[in-house]
């Protein structure tokens, strides 16, 4: 059995006899039992204090432990989720040149079809031999370009007036002829009388 603090002997201190008699003596029983009741409650105080601080001593290293293992993984999550990241911005530039490729690869086959070069040297301006070219200008004398050919709203007034519209005038005018008449040319003209 081990020994309590209250069962160890001092050296300086004389063992007690049983044989001693008094008033002491018959509150000794009592007294004994008090102070090992507080003995054990001193000792049961420090052993709980002891359990609380192993554990507590224990649990900071171990809060300690996860916190740089928390930081380290954390640390190489970013890196790993900015890999995939930029791997996956690779793979979608990777797609797209790709598909441009293809598109390339389309457009120089259809170089190789004869049809389609005549189609592009005419819409550049060339024509076969023996052809004649036309080209449409504005009234500034402007060629016009194709969009400005394709809209019918460019290229001049589209209503025409009725064939009867310029019989009607011309009618009118008969009725009531200019009283002006208007001064001859200043330029001759070629293949005119006066020559």
Do not use: C
Not at 55 to 64: E, F, H, N, P, S
Not at 70 to 91: F, W
Not at 94 to 108: A, F, H, T
Not at 147 to 168: H, I, K, R
């Amino acid at each position: 059995m081990a020994a309590t603090p209250g069962d160890r002997r001092n050296p300086g201190r004389r063992p007690h006899s049983p044989a001693r008699s008094g008033p002491s003596a018959a509150g000794r029983p009592e007294r004994k039992r008090a102070e090992r009741e507080r003995v054990a409650t001193v000792a049961r105080a420090r052993a709980e204090e002891k359990q609380r601080s192993r554990l507590t001593g224990r649990a900071a290293i171990l809060v300690l432990v996860l916190a740089v293992l928390a930081v380290s993984y954390a640390s190489s999550l970013r890196a790993y989720l900015q890999q995939r990241h930029k791997l996956d911005a690779l793979e979608s530039q990777i797609s797209e040149r790709e598909s441009s490729i293809d598109d390339l690869e389309r457009e120089n086959e259809r170089w190789d079809d004869p049809a389609f070069i005549a189609q592009q040297a005419r819409l550049k301006g060339y024509v076969k031999p023996g052809e004649t070219p036309y080209v449409v200008v504005d009234s500034n004398g402007n060629a016009l370009t194709n969009s400005e050919l394709d809209d019918p709203s460019s290229v001049g007034d589209q209503e025409t007036p009725a064939w009867y519209d310029g019989v009607w005038d011309s009618v009118k005018v008969a009725g009531h002829p200019p009283t002006k008449i208007p001064a001859p040319p200043k330029k001759r003209i070629v293949g005119s009388e006066d020559e």
